[in-house]
T-cell receptor, first 114, second 112 residues
Framework: DAGVIQSPRHEVTEMGQEVTLRCKPI?????LFWYRQTMMRGLELLIY????????DSGMPEDRFSAKMPNASFSTLKIQPSEPRDSAVYFC????????????FGPGTRLTVL | QKEVEQDPGPLSVPEGAIVSLNCTYS??????FMWYRQYSRKGPELLMY????GNKEDGRFTAQVDKSSKYISLFIRDSQPSDSATYLC????????????FGQGTRLTINP
């Protein structure tokens, strides 16, 4: 199994541009999580999905952020318009369900907004 | 105040030393406690998982939970340079891995 796949691995963009981050969870996992990691705030949960349905988006910082999961094998996190304070590493993680204790993380997307 | 507090370090110790990493938390509803290890430029990976109070040992690693004090620890014996990483504590209220709350992470360096 290839694990959780994220793309791009690095993204550099200018303030005001739209950014789309992509995630492919582990096949068979029915929960998907988006996190943001910064030095100041650590690892924060932004949103998570169960069976492609958003369950809790209370961590999404503002309306500029949106996430979708159109099917079991793909999710996107979009920032529009992007701002310098959005610079962070964004992780996607997937979970197999109540039989498992572990969330499996992808390698992350390092976003820099100039 | 954050639900989970963790000293971000950095912590630097010589090879072979015993390392103690700690987290405190404020929400008594947390029942499940985890330690994740994150190498540089990688995603976190689960290292240890414990339920409620007590100790759990896995090789050189021991996880300890004291719910009465709302305090958890990770001990690394005979530390190796390959243990150099950021260690994040994480907690959950219900069984399984949903809705984890993470500490800020402690950056650990083991010097040869």
């Amino acid at each position: 199994d290839a694990g959780v796949i994220q793309s791009p691995r690095h993204e550099v963009t200018e303030m005001g541009q739209e950014v789309t981050l992509r995630c492919k969870p582990i096949s068979g996992h029915n929960s998907l999580f988006w996190y943001r990691q910064t030095m100041m705030r650590g690892l924060e949960l932004l949103i998570y999905f169960n069976n492609n349905v958003p369950i809790d988006d209370s961590g999404m910082p503002e309306d500029r952020f949106s996430a979708k999961m159109p099917n079991a094998s793909f999710s996107t996190l979009k920032i529009q318009p992007s701002e310098p304070r959005d610079s962070a590493v964004y992780f996607c993680a997937s979970w197999a369900g109540t039989e498992s204790n572990e969330q499996f993380f992808g390698p992350g997307t390092r976003l820099t907004v100039l | 105040q954050k639900e989970v507090e963790q000293d971000p370090g950095p912590l630097s110790v010589p090879e072979g030393a015993i390392v103690s990493l700690n987290c405190t938390y404020s929400n008594s509803a947390f029942q499940y406690f985890m330690w994740y290890r994150q190498y540089s430029r990688k995603g976190p990976e689960l290292l240890m998982y414990t339920y409620s109070s007590g100790n759990k040992e896995d090789g050189r690693f021991t996880a300890q939970v004291d719910k009465s004090s709302k305090y958890i620890s990770l001990f690394i014996r005979d530390s190796q340079p390959s243990d150099s990483a950021t260690y994040l504590c994480a907690m959950a209220k219900i069984q399984g891995a949903q809705k984890l709350v993470f500490g800020q992470g402690t950056r650990l360096t083991i010097n040869p």
